[in-house]
């Protein structure tokens, strides 16, 4: 399986990072490994200073597909969640500045936390009309709409299909609404979607 993301998907994020708002998807992977599951505990790398958390909704593909057109995308995935982008800022930051891919700071161990999976019939509620949340030790820290997304789920995986085959079990990372910060050690992370409690990730 492999894990995409989408990078600068909201304004309001693009805005506090001081980065334009893309006139298509921003593409980046992250590999198997990265993949943090079942409430597992998240260590801090030794080589970054500032791991920043983003919330985002998760979409996983649940048959093969390419060249998807954006109104059969939704015959493509069942289930979503929430996750975390655990990204490395300073390392990030550094990156940018060289032109360089953001494979490091971003496609790191552990750097993918996903939560459980709803059935999207189980929510019953359209893809574009969902409500996260991002809770850091019992205070919201961000707070998203699915409706606020720059490229909406459908137009997402028809772009990505475009150049890459999805296939069941690949999970797509949505992008991140404003309200990035750092973690630090002894921190909790909770991720919400519409009223359920979908993970709870202790930082190492
Ligand atoms: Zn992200």
Known sequence: ????????????????????????????????????????????????DEIHYEIELVVRIHREGKDIPS????????????GIDFTARDVQSKLKAQNHPWERAKAFDCSAAVGRFLKLEELDRPIGDL???????????????????????????????????????????????????????GDLLEGRLEDQLLFRVAIQ
């Open 1 to 48: 399986m492999k894990i995409i993301c989408i990078g600068r998907n909201y304004a309001d994020h693009a805005l506090e990072l001081n980065n334009p708002a893309p006139s298509q998807p921003v593409i980046f992977l992250k590999p198997e490994t990265a993949l943090l599951e079942d409430d597992r505990p998240f260590p801090i790398p030794e080589w970054s």
């Open 71 to 82: 109104h059969e995308a939704h015959l493509y995935y069942d289930e979503v969640s929430v």
């Open 131 to 185: 409500h996260f949340q991002l809770v850091k030790n019992g205070g919201i820290a961000q707070d998203g709409h699915t409706e606020n997304m720059l490229f909406p789920v459908a137009d997402i995986i028809a772009e990505i299909s475009t150049f890459m085959t999805l296939k069941p079990g690949d999970l797509i990372f949505t992008g991140t609404p404003a309200g990035v910060g750092p973690v630090s050690s």
